[in-house]
T-cell receptor, first 115, second 114 residues
Framework: AQKITQTQPGMFVQEKEAVTLDCTYDTSDQSYGLFWYKQPSSGEMIFLIYQGSYDEQNATEGRYSLNFQKARKSANLVISASQLGDSAMYFCAMREGTGGFKTIFGAGTRLFVKA | SQTIHQWPATLVQPVGSPLSLECTVEGTSNPNLYWYRQAAGRGLQLLFYSVGIGQISSEVPQNLSASRPQDRQFILSSKKLLLSDSGFYLC?????????????FGPGTRLTVT
């Protein structure tokens, strides 16, 4: 069964506006971590933000925030004040406490920021 | 600070030829190391991970293998490449095994099998 689902293959957003990238996950573990990574056209994966399963507050890192809804098993990424440099692929990922602490990635969402 | 290197950056190889991709990490000790493959426009597929020298776990049975001859060196190999081996190969590391530790990725190797 797919453990990380990103249902938006592509998204468009106007520069300076906010955008939400969706991510749902599936796990039976109580302890897990959720991550978002950015992959620009260069190919390198860049870590953006982390949310722990026991964290009560939503994580924030600058213009990035993670909307964590544990009961719904969703971990959406919100990018505020989009910039042209935000155009990239975005991957949601999960790291479970069992199974060797492997990180599982979703299929990704390609974000296009329009000027 | 920690740095991760991968080489080569790009590689074009004929079907049936061998492969060796290398990944090294600087500035840390005893990292957990990972090899991923990314097909064009797709997500990352975990191929191998290692928690220590000589310790390799395989996630996908295929014609690839991995080795960790030194603490900070991770090698991906194949004796005979297939067309389906084409893709973008990424090496990554984490310092701890806990759920809270993000991965740091190398620049990747773009492999084209012709």
């Amino acid at each position: 069964a797919q453990k990380i689902t990103q249902t938006q293959p592509g998204m468009f957003v106007q520069e300076k506006e906010a955008v939400t990238l969706d991510c749902t996950y599936d796990t039976s573990d109580q302890s897990y971590g959720l991550f978002w990574y950015k992959q620009p056209s260069s190919g390198e994966m860049i870590f953006l933000i982390y949310q722990g399963s026991y964290d009560e507050q939503n994580a924030t890192e600058g213009r990035y925030s993670l909307n964590f809804q544990k009961a719904r098993k969703s971990a959406n990424l919100v990018i505020s004040a989009s910039q042209l440099g935000d155009s990239a692929m975005y991957f949601c990922a999960m790291r479970e406490g069992t199974g060797g602490f492997k990180t599982i990635f979703g299929a990704g969402t390609r974000l296009f920021v329009k000027a | 600070s920690q740095t991760i290197h991968q080489w080569p950056a790009t590689l074009v190889q004929p079907v049936g030829s061998p492969l060796s991709l290398e990944c090294t990490v600087e500035g840390t000790s005893n990292p957990n190391l990972y090899w991923y493959r990314q097909a064009a426009g797709r997500g990352l597929q975990l191929l191998f991970y290692s928690v220590g020298i000589g310790q390799i776990s395989s996630e996908v049975p295929q014609n690839l293998s991995a080795s960790r001859p030194q603490d900070r060196q991770f090698i991906l190999s194949s004796k005979k490449l297939l067309l389906s081996d084409s893709g973008f190969y990424l090496c990554a590391w984490t310092l701890e095994e806990g759920v809270a530790y993000e991965q740091y990725f190398g620049p990747g190797t773009r492999l084209t099998v012709t």
